[in-house]
């Protein structure tokens, strides 16, 4: 059984860093692509950043600059630093495998910035 469970969240001013993390486990993790997607309340939950099993990475225009997503295939984890944060970056972050499709989350961590 597939299980993504998020941690890192927590409550920053606006300029702070956060690094969340991505725990995979029952999945060949090292063939999967990954993405970090948020949901802030009465949104939808829209795509931040994606990385392929082989490294390659992109970003939603929002955060282009300022978070980067990387991998640990050793540890089975992905990661999303976030720097120079807003408070428009609060939300509720999830990481999900796109490839191959799975179509469940984890419980997502909360990250708040104040302003």
């Known amino acids: 059984q597939v299980q993504l469970v998020e941690s890192g969240g927590g409550l920053v001013h606006a300029g702070g860093s956060l690094r969340l993390s991505c725990a995979a486990s029952g999945s060949i993790f090292s063939i999967n692509d990954m993405a970090w997607y948020r949901q802030a309340p009465g949104k939808r939950r829209d795509l931040v950043a994606s990385?392929?099993?082989?490294?390659?990475?992109n970003y939603a225009d929002s955060v282009k600059g300022r978070f980067t997503i990387s991998r640990d295939n050793a540890k089975n984890t992905v990661y999303l630093q976030m720097n120079s944060l807003k408070p428009e970056d609060t939300a509720v972050y999830y990481c999900?495998?796109?490839?191959?499709?799975?179509?469940?989350w984890g419980q997502g961590t909360q990250v708040t910035v104040s302003s």
């Open positions: 990385i392929t099993s082989g490294g390659s990475t």
């Open positions: 999900k495998i796109v490839r191959p499709p799975w179509p469940y």
